[in-house]
């Protein structure tokens, strides 16, 4: 079995900053890419940001030069940094992690509100 936990998320002021983690534990034999996606009330979701297990990124043009994505390949984690947060980041982030032989797993989600 393999578990894929978020967390991080809250409400927080425009222009504020929030760090998102996703954890994978379990039967895990090696991680391939990962990465971080959002959906918003009434919205598909969409691709924020990934990395490769080389470390190489991809980010979403709404979210560049705002978001980091980064990840621990010791401790099966991914992170977001996210600065200079503007109400339309607002939504579900979700992290998705392809797991070697296993395939991709989704977590269940951690809400990321930007409200004054």
């Known amino acids: 079995q393999v578990q894929v936990v978020e967390s991080g998320g809250g409400l927080v002021q425009p222009g504020g900053s929030l760090r998102l983690s996703c954890a994978a534990s379990g039967s895990i034999f090696s991680i391939n890419a990962m990465g971080w996606y959002r959906q918003a009330p009434g919205k598909e979701r969409e691709l924020v940001a990934t990395?490769?297990?080389?470390?190489?990124?991809n980010y979403a043009d709404s979210v560049k030069g705002r978001f980091t994505i980064s990840r621990d390949n010791a401790k099966n984690t991914v992170y977001l940094q996210m600065n200079s947060l503007k109400p339309e980041d607002t939504a579900v982030y979700y992290c998705?992690?392809?797991?070697?032989?296993?395939?991709?797993?989704w977590g269940q989600g951690t809400q990321v509100t930007v409200s004054s």
């Open positions: 998705n992690v392809a797991i070697a032989i296993i395939g991709p797993r």
């Open positions: 990395i490769t297990s080389g470390g190489s990124t």
